[in-house]
């Protein structure tokens, strides 16, 4: 009923004080008739917003089905009507925290969609996912299906800056997730695909970018033994555009190298270190920092 007689597909509903009132006829049958149809505008908006708000207890119930009915008609509404947009958006983002992995498996798959059936609406529904993703205190599982939805959007074509901030908020998601703890394997994936993504068309030299390259690069020279091997793996997406990067780049890796004896027997990141060492070494440009670091590798 909401979709196909209530609500108009191409505005929000106004309050009865945000009418244009500077337009209402001054007197006759057509005042009454114009301030009868401002009110009943006013309580439709008012009742949609009580339904909005049952719909987002129901996103919550105990039961399964009640919730992947809820985020069907959450999403509905999103690519039907403008009215409580944002809203019914920060509904479908805050499930993909859902302790139940279905339903935010569910919510993931739903934005994705979202973003391609109106893809004037991926900055609204990306500036939602960055908020839900800084959330303090977010569980792994709620980061990384947050990730894989903004894995979802598509890559801005000709905008270097929107592909650049979407960049920044990969690498700053990263350093969130060292900060709270251990990178965990999914998560990490998912990061790595999404810069892997937006890398190409991002503008890699922006002010913001650089400072969260700068960060990683602290975190590779002094962090934990399995973070640093997390950041230099972000960071080998930057070595074939930048020279700059690469040096630094491969100066973090043979530092790795040296302290990696005392760790490797406890370290359960040996698959995403040979797997780091076999791609770096294999795009090293230089000779002798390739003879270095296999010279290393024959010492441990």
């Known amino acids: 009923l909401w979709l196909t007689q209530l609500l108009p597909k191409d505005r929000k509903l106004r309050e009865f004080a945000a009418q244009p009132f ?126 894989a939805a903004l894995n979802l959007a598509t890559v801005p074509d000709g905008d270097p800056a929107a592909a650049g901030q979407l960049l920044g908020v990969y690498l700053g998601l990263f350093k969130h997730a060292i900060a709270q703890g251990e990178v965990e394997h999914r998560l990490m994936h998912a990061l790595l695909c999404g810069v ?16 969260q390259q700068a960060a990683l690069f602290t975190v590779a020279a002094s962090g934990a033994f399995p973070h640093r091997v997390s950041a230099l793996s972000l960071l080998f997406q930057f070595v074939q555009r930048d020279s700059a990067v690469a040096d630094r780049f491969y100066r973090s890796l043979y530092q790795l190298l040296r302290a990696a004896p005392q760790h490797m027997p406890s370290t359960d990141r040996l698959a995403a270190l040979f797997s780091l060492l076999y791609r770096s070494l294999r795009a090293c440009p230089d000779g002798a920092t390739l003879m270095a670091c296999v010279h290393r590798l024959l010492q441990m």
């Open 196 to 211: 892997a993504r937006v890398l190409p068309a991002a503008d890699a030299a922006g002010e913001a970018v650089r400072e």
């Open 22 to 147: 500077v337009r209402l006829p001054d007197a006759g049958p057509d005042r009454a008739t114009v301030l009868r149809v401002w009110y009943i505008e006013d309580r439709l908006r008012k009742a949609f917003a009580g339904f909005i708000h049952v719909l987002g207890r129901s996103a919550s119930d105990q039961l399964l089905f009640m919730k992947v009915f809820a985020l069907a008609t959450v999403f509905k509404l999103l690519s039907t009507v403008p009215e409580q947009e944002q809203v019914l958006l920060s509904i479908l983002t805050n499930k993909l925290g859902d302790k139940c992995p279905r339903v935010a498996a569910k919510a993931m798959r739903l934005l994705g969609a979202l973003m391609r059936l109106h893809p004037r609406m991926q900055p609204a529904v990306t500036h939602d996912l960055e908020r839900f993703l800084f959330r303090p205190n977010n569980p792994v599982q709620a980061r990384y299906y947050g990730t």
